[in-house]
């Protein structure tokens, strides 16, 4: 997994799927920051959350699979 960042390689480590990372952790935020860059980090706002979906499923649609977790 060397061509994984060290938070994604943790989170994984630990347990926590990679689409829910991917969603929670790097679109989301990637969002968030843009829409609301005042907002407290980790701030949940539920339209972004379920933007963030979206966009996972589109990428996923065009060919974009999650990293292979050993566990």
């Known amino acids: 997994m060397s061509d994984i960042d060290f938070l994604a ?17 790097v679109i989301r935020a990637h969002i968030d920051a843009h829409l609301t860059p005042d907002s407290f980090p980790g701030d949940v706002n ?9 966009i996972l499923g589109d990428l996923m649609d065009a060919g ?5 977790v050993t566990k």
């Open 46 to 54: 539920p339209a972004t959350a379920a933007l963030s979906r979206r």
């Open 9 to 25: 390689r943790f989170a994984y480590s630990t347990g926590q799927d990679p689409v829910d990372y991917a969603t929670e952790n």
């Open 64 to 68: 974009w699979t999650p990293p292979e």
